[in-house]
């Protein structure tokens, strides 16, 4: 399920043709499964990226090719079942549990795996969940978590995940963290992941994309970026994060 993923001189900016540029000029490419946290401050753009990357908002320049074919070259649908993406605050359809887990699969015309969906609930800890009960009335993290697997069931190559662990307790996170490093080491899935833990960025990720001044200022492995980041930005953005430095002090 390796895909390949080429990002080149995307840009996005608010109220063209005179607005401010949210970010531009980034340039990335993914030639493997990897693990990847964009990290940055509130308003960098992260979560605009992640929307572009999903085709749910258009950039306003720049190129982007998936396995070798320019993003026009794709329907739409093909591309989000390619590169599917799960929201902070996920919608739920109206309806059941169950309908919910099979809407994805339904809409793209894939048969509903109803064992893996069993297993992955279990696995992150929404074994207890009455799959008849309306999927609105719901917890955050239920429904957090419901919609991850509602994706997962698409089998995405590329998995574009916004703060999908926000709403979700210690238990479950690191349920949901075991979930996805598991998928990503059996199934070869590709993980782009927008957080503010970055407890959860060290340990989960293989390499990081670091926004700042509208660029993607660092594109390094984990370890590089939060043992000795390059830019006086990063540097400021790790230290104002004692979080990573009293686990790092830990490890060490
Ligand atoms: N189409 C748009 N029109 C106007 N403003 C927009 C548009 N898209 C994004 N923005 C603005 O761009 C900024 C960055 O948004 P975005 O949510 O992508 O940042 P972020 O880095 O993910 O932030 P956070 O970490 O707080 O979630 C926000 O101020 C947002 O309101």
């Not at 720049?62 to 070798?68: E, K, S, T, W």
């Not at 739409?76 to 390619?82: F, I, K, L, N, V």
């Not at 059941?96 to 699969?105: C, I, M, R, Y």
């Not at 370890?223 to 830019?231: G, I, L, V, Y």
Request: charged content about 20%; overall charge negative.
């Amino acid at each position: 399920m390796t895909s390949t993923l080429l990002l080149e001189g995307l840009g996005k900016q608010i109220q063209p043709p005179d607005g401010p540029w949210l970010f531009r000029d980034l340039q990335a490419t993914i030639t493997e499964p990897t693990i990847i946290s964009i990290l940055g401050k509130s308003g960098q753009g992260k979560s605009t990226l992640l929307r572009i990357l999903g085709r749910l908002t258009l950039p306003s320049c720049g190129i982007m090719v998936l396995d070798n074919k320019d993003c026009s070259q794709w329907t739409p649908e093909a591309w989000r079942m390619t590169v599917s993406y799960v929201a902070q605050q996920p919608m739920m359809l109206p309806g059941s549990v169950t309908e919910n887990l099979q809407a994805a699969s339904n809409l793209h015309q894939r048969i509903f795996d109803v064992k893996q969906a069993r297993q992955w609930m279990e696995q992150i800890g929404l074994d207890h969940l009455d799959w008849e009960k309306p999927a609105q009335q719901l917890s955050g993290g239920e429904k957090q978590r419901l919609a991850l697997i509602r994706t997962l069931l698409l089998r995405p190559a590329i998995l574009l995940l916004d703060e999908v662990t926000s709403s979700l307790d210690a238990v479950s996170k690191q349920a949901t963290e075991g979930l996805l490093r598991d998928l990503h080491g059996r199934m070869g899935t590709t993980i782009l992941w927008v957080t503010h833990d970055q407890e959860e960025a060290r340990t989960t990720s293989q390499r990081v994309w670091f926004m700042a001044n509208g660029q993607l200022l660092e594109d390094t492995d984990s370890q590089t970026f939060f043992d000795s980041p390059e830019s006086d930005e990063a540097k400021m953005f790790l230290s104002t994060h004692p979080v990573v430095a009293e686990a790092a002090e830990r490890v060490r």
